[in-house]
T-cell receptor, first 117, second 112 residues
Framework: GAVVSQHPSRVICKSGTSVKIECRSL??????MFWYRQFPKQSLMLMAT?????????EQGVEKDKFLINHASLTLSTLTVTSAHPEDSSFYIC?????????????FGSGTRLTVV | KQEVTQIPAALSVPEGENLVLNCSFT??????LQWFRQDPGKGLTSLLL?????REQTSGRLNASLDKSSGRSTLYIAASQPGDSATYLC???????????FGSGTQLTVLP
């Protein structure tokens, strides 16, 4: 149980285009999902907290107009990187919060490797 | 602000050795602590979750301990195998938003 599916696993896009990444909770409802970014050889940095039916909460320094988050249902959150540039190339990973997370912990997707050329 | 530190940053051991990975956190007011494994280019796999009221958890060859008052946790791996090679991440859940704060990880290499 507690499976989080993330797509695509890899994407290459041209500079200036937009890319959408999906995060789905497959066997539970997730009122909250988290989006992280990871640079090579570094740990995960929280970008934003996605709440179903309301606006996302962004961490300091994260441009909300560049990284659009939509959490329209209890099983799907999307992250759209708008007008992508090479510096946006990174590993993006989502996590979902299930009701019993305090007992079972957080579950992560498999990540998306974004390369902007 | 919660900060999590992991020592060592990298570790290389021969197969069969027992080893200990260390994690420390600055704010002891945590809800729980979770150890993850990350293979190169992959997502995170949860290994063990220790609730704040617990002192340790075991799963197979893995044992994680928690000393909340001193802000420390250790992950003990018994009889290490080459398949254990990965980056091990420690994360604490704290704050009103129940957020995960990650350490920088320990990159483990087990040599055959």
């Amino acid at each position: 149980g507690a499976v989080v599916s993330q797509h695509p696993s890899r994407v290459i896009c041209k500079s200036g285009t937009s890319v959408k990444i999906e995060c789905r909770s497959l066997d539970f409802q997730a009122t909250t999902m988290f989006w992280y970014r990871q640079f090579p050889k570094q740990s995960l940095m929280l970008m934003a907290t996605s709440n179903e039916g309301s606006k996302a909460t962004y961490e300091q320094g994260v441009e909300k107009d560049k990284f659009l988050i939509n959490h329209a249902s209890l099983t799907l959150s999307t992250l759209t990187v708008t007008s992508a540039h090479p510096e946006d190339s990174s590993f993006y990973i989502c996590s979902a919060n299930r009701a019993l997370y305090m007992v079972h912990g957080y579950t992560f997707g498999s990540g998306t490797r974004l390369t902007v050329v | 602000k919660q900060e999590v530190t992991q020592i060592p940053a990298a570790l290389s051991v021969p197969e069969g050795e027992n080893l200990v990975l260390n994690c420390s956190f600055t704010d002891s007011a945590i809800y729980n602590l979770q150890w993850f494994r990350q293979d190169p280019g992959k997502g995170l796999t949860s290994l063990l979750l220790i609730q704040s009221s617990q002192r340790e958890q075991t799963s197979g060859r893995l044992n994680a301990s928690l000393d909340k008052s001193s802000g420390r946790s250790t992950l003990y791996i018994a009889a290490s195998q080459p398949g254990d090679s990965a980056t091990y991440l420690c994360a604490v859940i704290s704050g009103s938003a129940r957020q995960l704060t990650f350490g920088s990880g320990t990159q483990l290499t087990v040599l055959p």
